[in-house]
């Protein structure tokens, strides 16, 4: 997976997730068991994956959680239908965050493994329609670039450009049992 972590990108979803949910409340984390949710663990929270299901084909992981969180970092662009997936959590809360679109770049394609491609790279306002078409309201963001040490043009452009984009949602009018 990682042969280091994004150190940055950790550091701020941690204190994002920390400004928003509290230890004791159960968090469902969308994809398989990976670093960012043993460092949620390592925090106090209480965290289950989903077990890499095709989360586009198979939402019964989603709709049969009994956490009252969901986070989904890093995996709505792999999906080709996110909003169904947005669509079928049954929590109120919900935290995610998307690479944004980079005018200066291709969206990202493994030429190795079929799962590790990105559908959709994001504009900041298109995230947020379909978090809104999908039921949500977002209560707070946060943007950032993610610079590389490289030498280059698109290098330079990657220190301002922001790359990132994280959003804290609730669904109003649902407790974290009420489903759809």
């Known amino acids: 997976m990682y042969t280091h972590y994004p150190e940055k990108r950790y550091r701020l979803t941690l204190e994002f997730l920390r400004k928003h949910i509290r230890p004791e409340e159960t968090i469902l984390d969308l994809g398989v068991d990976n670093p960012f949710a043993e460092i949620m663990r390592e925090h106090g929270y209480t ?10 084909e198979d939402l019964e992981a989603i709709k049969n959680t009994g956490a009252g969180v969901v986070t ?4 709505l662009e792999h999906l080709v239908a996110p909003y169904n997936v947005l669509r079928a959590i ?5 935290l995610a965050s998307v690479p944004l679109r980079l ?3 291709s969206a990202y394609r493994s030429k190795t493994d079929d799962r590790d491609r990105h559908f959709h790279e ?10 809104e078409k999908s039921g949500w309201v977002i209560k707070d963001r946060l943007q950032w670039a993610h610079p590389v040490q490289k ?3 698109r290098p330079l452009l990657r220190r301002f450009t922001p790359r990132y984009y ?3 949602a609730e669904r109003p009018g649902l407790s974290p049992t009420d489903g759809n």
Do not use: M
Request: glycine share 8%; no cysteine; aromatic share 24%.
């Open 72 to 75: 989904a970092f890093e995996i």
């Open 103 to 105: 005018w200066f770049a």
């Open 151 to 153: 030498i280059g043009f």
């Open 47 to 56: 965290v289950s994956n989903t077990q890499g299901e095709d989360l586009d």
């Open 166 to 168: 994280l959003v804290y």
């Open 90 to 94: 049954p929590g109120d809360k919900l």
């Open 122 to 131: 994001f504009e900041a306002w298109q995230f947020d329609w379909l978090l």
